[in-house]
C-alpha cells in the first residue's frame, strides 16, 4: 500500500504559477502510474493530468494544455504539477492519485490512466485559490 500526500498549494493570483508535490510512502513509487485530478465547489472531480509509471507519457486535460505541466522523481518518490499562467477556474482542490502497474512493459511505460476510478491511492487533497 502506498500512501500519498499533497503539498505546494495555496493562494495565487491570476498568471502566477505554482508546483503542486505529490509525496509517496510506503513504498517504491517507480512503478505506480500517477494522476492529478481537482473538485471545485459544486462540481464532479475532473481529470487534470496523467503520467505514466516511466514518466515517458503525459496527458493534460484541454482545459491545462500549455499551462500545466507533470513530471516525476522517483529517487524523492514524488510526482510534481507545475501549473503556470493560472487562472481563476483553476480554484480548485487538487489530487493526486497513484495505481501500480503490474507488468512494466514497454507498452505499458507510456500508458496513462486518465479515469478516477482507475486508481487505487488517494492523497487528501488541497486547495488551490487563484484570484482574478
Known amino acids: 500500500q502506498v500512501q500519498l500526500r499533497e503539498s505546494g498549494g495555496g493562494y495565487a493570483q491570476a498568471g502566477d504559477s505554482l508546483r503542486l508535490s505529490c509525496a509517496a510512502s510506503g513504498r517504491t513509487f517507480s512503478s505506480y502510474a500517477v494522476g492529478w485530478f481537482r473538485q471545485a465547489p459544486g462540481e464532479e472531480r475532473e481529470f487534470v493530468a496523467a503520467?505514466?509509471?516511466?514518466?515517458?507519457?503525459?496527458e493534460y486535460a484541454d482545459s491545462v494544455k500549455e499551462r500545466f505541466f507533470s513530471f516525476r522523481d522517483d529517487a524523492k518518490n514524488s510526482v510534481y504539477l507545475q501549473m503556470n499562467s493560472l487562472k481563476s477556474e483553476d480554484t480548485a482542490a487538487y489530487y493526486c492519485?497513484?495505481?501500480?502497474?503490474?507488468?512494466?512493459?514497454?507498452?505499458?511505460?507510456?500508458?496513462?490512466?486518465?479515469?478516477?476510478?482507475?486508481?487505487?491511492?488517494w492523497g487528501q487533497g488541497i486547495q488551490v485559490t487563484v484570484s482574478s
Open positions: 492519485a497513484a495505481v501500480r502497474v503490474a507488468t512494466l512493459t514497454s507498452y505499458s511505460r507510456t500508458y496513462v490512466y486518465t479515469k478516477a476510478s482507475e486508481y487505487l491511492y
Open positions: 503520467i505514466s509509471w516511466s514518466g515517458d507519457s503525459v
